[in-house]
T-cell receptor, first 113, second 115 residues
Framework: NAGVMQNPRHLVRRRGQEARLRCSPM?????VYWYRQLPEEGLKFMVY????????ESGMPKERFSAEFPKEGPSILRIQQVVRGDSAAYFC???????????FGSGTRLTVV | RKEVEQDPGPFNVPEGATVAFNCTYS??????FFWYRQDCRKEPKLLMS???SGNEDGRFTAQLNRASQYISLLIRDSKLSDSATYLC????????????????FGQGTILTVHP
């Protein structure tokens, strides 16, 4: 039973490019959460999704960031026109319902050069 | 004021020592509380849930004081493998009253256990 799978593990983008981060939840999990961890800081909630629905995006920056969790396939966090300040570790978590079985993926480390 | 505040640390202790971490939270409506552990450049992992009655898991004891909005973690007989960042985590109910898993993390406290 694979855990939460995130890819890529490391992603390097030049300023102005797009970054796409993928998260495949654990089997049977229908709730997906994205968090961002800036260097030397704690994790900050970004967005909570269920299949085909964004439930809470209160932590998402207003511009350039979007997330989706389609009926088929992984959840995608998309960052357009990346800037140096987007460099961070992005963690995805999934759960079957509410808080039970909450599990984090290994994260994607985005570096913007 | 931050939603979740932890001891700034870092804590540097010898093997066998007892160490305590404190955490306060600002939202009295918070419903669930946890301690997570994060090793360098890895994902956070659940260490233990925190209950009002207090709970213990081996060398680890967690306490919650709802009146003071205060959470603690005590580690006894520290091991080298306990070296990590310890994250205090709080969950608040949504406006609809359900607790759906939006975790609010403290900044973390770094613990280094040395021989």
């Amino acid at each position: 039973n694979a855990g939460v799978m995130q890819n890529p593990r490391h992603l390097v983008r030049r300023r102005g490019q797009e970054a796409r981060l993928r998260c495949s939840p654990m089997k049977g999990h229908s709730h997906v959460y994205w968090y961002r961890q800036l260097p030397e800081e704690g994790l900050k909630f970004m967005v909570y999704l269920q299949k085909e629905n964004i439930i809470d995006e209160s932590g998402m920056p207003k511009e350039r960031f979007s997330a989706e969790f389609p009926k088929e396939g992984p959840s995608i966090l998309r960052i357009q026109q990346v800037v140096r300040g987007d460099s961070a570790a992005y963690f995805c978590a999934s759960s079957p319902q509410h808080l039970s079985g909450y599990t984090f993926g290994s994260g994607t480390r985005l570096t913007v050069v | 004021r931050k939603e979740v505040e932890q001891d700034p640390g870092p804590f540097n202790v010898p093997e066998g020592a007892t160490v305590a971490f404190n955490c306060t939270y600002s939202n009295s409506a918070s419903q669930s509380f946890f301690w997570y552990r994060q090793d360098c450049r890895k994902e956070p992992k659940l260490l233990m849930s925190v209950y009002s009655s207090g709970n213990e898991d081996g060398r680890f004891t967690a306490q919650l004081n709802r009146a003071s909005q205060y959470i603690s973690l005590l580690i006894r007989d520290s091991k080298l493998s306990d070296s990590a960042t310890y994250l205090c985590v709080v969950v608040q109910n949504s406006a609809g009253g359900t607790s759906y898993g939006k975790l609010t993390f403290g900044q973390g406290t770094i613990l280094t256990v040395h021989p």
